[in-house]
């Protein structure tokens, strides 16, 4: 018996947030950033969506949480954070999880799901019918010298279900624990020539090149991403709490001289609040935000400054 109680003590109930943040090179996403991959072809991304499924959790010196019935719709144009659930989780050491749709989805109805669900249909279309499935990746672009060849690879198939392993060191902080993965979309590229205008839906050539690409390069921990560290050492800049509810404001305080403004800004680099002329310290009530991580960057005369990143759970 008082074994039991020792574990349930050792392994409380905490909130698990499965966080994807939108990179490109060392920089946030965005759309109109322009990126160049290891045989020098610049493109700019137009369109990223991809599924995550089957994500495995492990945690507390190798205990294994697995989510079979979950999957993750990501597009690079949203903030892409879900809760997973609650979990008797303190500390978790890897992270397992899947690109794409499992088979046993993957050839079904998606008719049979509400709208919401990630696996319904949806517009643009992320799935080829039965006999094909989901589009596991769809990745359109522009490229070359002048930025004027379209491409489009949409990747799809069973044989192309990739398996992704990332070591992570994540603790628990008042009664949550984020999982931070970076996703650097200029590795996704790797080898692909969008100079030359490749369209290729399917299950080989660029599209297996692609799914390769995603397991092999796109995504790492995201521990020491440029989005949530001070970019200026010489002005102390806090954001208090750093992990907050969904309708809760935030303070910051700062040591910058004179007045400065306060922008906020989803992960992908979308702006949601601004607030000028604050002085020191400030209490920002900036409405009702969704579930994700979001940077608060100090500007004074135009120039970024300082920022901080800022985790938000639901009610």
Known sequence: MLFGMQLCIAFAQNKVNFNIHHMLESDNFGFEKIASNNINTDFK????????????????????????????????????????????????????????????????????????????????????????????????????????????????????????????????????????????YSKSMYDLDASIGIFYHGTAKQSRSLMDNFQKYVFSNATGVSSSDIIDPVFQFEVLPTLLRSNTSFNVKSDILGEYSIVLSDISGRKIYQRDGINMLASIDPGTLAPGNYIVTAIKGGKNIAAKKLSVYGE
């Open 45 to 184: 991304v137009t369109r990223m969506e991809y599924y995550i499924s089957e994500i495995s959790i492990i945690h507390d010196g190798g205990h294994t949480i697995t989510l079979p019935d979950l999957w993750i719709l990501v597009n690079a144009a949203d903030v892409s954070s879900t809760l997973l659930g609650d979990y008797p989780v303190q500390h978790i050491e890897k992270v397992i999880f899947h690109v794409g749709v499992d088979a046993a989805h993957n050839n079904g109805d998606p008719s049979v799901y509400d709208e919401a669900h990630p696996l319904a249909l949806k517009l643009p279309s992320m799935h080829w019918g039965w006999a094909i499935g989901y589009n596991f990746v769809a990745l359109e672009g522009v490229g070359g010298s002048e930025l004027n060849k379209v491409f489009q690879i949409h990747a799809l198939g069973n044989e192309n279900y990739k398996t992704i392993e990332i070591n992570v060191d994540e603790n628990v902080v008042d009664g949550v624990i984020n999982i931070d993965i970076a996703a650097d």
